[in-house]
């Protein structure tokens, strides 16, 4: 979510792929490693989701993935189960910072169900950067389902 031109605008991006191993009885061994391709944008407004896919924004031609890497996960102090800390990193375009929110498991069957939410400022990754319209923050929010 972002604004833009002082109205909230949503998206998502879709086709995750990478790693993830979780084991929530040995936390240490946990691994996110995923990617999930630019050019997928979507914010219901075709013309929109071509320019944020332009070297203007995401440059998705020569930056076709953004990824999120974990360096460690850890639990929370909830005293509720099923909440943990990601501290990792985000690469946009040639840029990568570090990055750390919680997030909630949820476990469906024998595969889990992550959800999250986290909040970076897009001219920090070059997106957008010569934009006056948009709002500096986004707010991401991430659902995924990973099979085991």
Not at 90 to 101: E, G, K, M, N, Y
Request: proline share 3%; no cysteine.
């Amino acid at each position: 979510m972002i604004k833009n031109f002082g109205i909230n605008t949503g998206g998502d991006l879709t086709g995750i792929k990478g790693e993830i191993h979780f084991d929530p009885e040995n936390i240490a061994t946990a691994i996110f490693d995923v990617t999930v391709s630019a050019i997928t944008i979507d914010t219901d407004n075709k013309k929109r989701d071509n320019h944020l896919r332009s070297d203007d924004f995401l440059d998705a031609e020569k930056f076709p993935e953004i990824r999120i890497k974990s360096l460690q996960i850890s639990k929370t102090n909830k005293t509720e189960e099923g909440f943990y800390y990601f501290t990792g990193e985000l690469a946009i375009r040639d840029v990568t910072q570090p990055l750390s929110f919680p997030f909630k498991v949820e476990k469906v069957n024998e595969d889990y169900f992550f959800t999250g939410d986290f909040e970076i400022d897009r001219t920090d990754f070059k997106v957008g950067k010569g934009s006056t319209v948009l709002g500096n923050k986004v707010k991401v929010s991430l659902k995924v389902f990973a099979k085991k």
